[in-house]
């Protein structure tokens, strides 16, 4: 299930990275069904907070009609960045699972822990680590260029 959900983030990848933007896609999951999807939009809005997460996350909250994304599960084609994981985190979203490892992160976010509930927020890596990997690897090879 796991590979099913990001090869729909590689997709929502593929988007941005048709507009010039960052590839990054996000799936947010409920229930094994999908209930949000994104992609980086930050050139387009003009706007830092474009991020796929950030888009995925809103759309989550306004389909459900809660900030509370409780039992949901995020899929992302690279970690989030510190921003993004602070939503998650807020958000409690339980479970995290990225393609490819951020280089920039300047911070380590394996596990959060919400002292105000005790949620955790568990993240897996690694998933099609190769295809997320490629796309990003090729949209910043041409941008170099």
């Not at 507009?19 to 992609?39: L, M, R, T, Y």
């Amino acid at each position: 299930m796991k590979e099913k959900y990001m090869k729909i983030a590689i997709k929502e990848a593929i988007k941005s990275f048709k507009k010039n933007e960052v590839p990054v896609g996000c799936v947010i999951v409920k229930n094994n069904k999908i209930i949000a999807k994104a992609h980086n939009l930050k050139e387009k809005k003009h706007s830092v907070i474009y991020h796929a997460e950030l888009i995925a996350i809103e759309k989550a909250s306004k389909k459900l009609k809660n900030w509370r994304l409780n039992d949901c599960e995020i899929y992302v084609t690279l970690q989030p960045c510190p921003m993004c994981s602070s939503a998650i985190k807020q958000a409690r979203i339980s479970k995290v699972y990225y393609g490819v490892e951020n280089k920039n992160n300047d911070i380590s976010n394996k596990i959060f822990v919400n002292k105000d509930n005790n949620a955790c927020v568990i993240i897996e890596e690694k998933i099609c680590e190769e295809e997320c990997k490629k796309i990003i690897t090729k949209f910043f090879k041409n941008k170099r260029k």
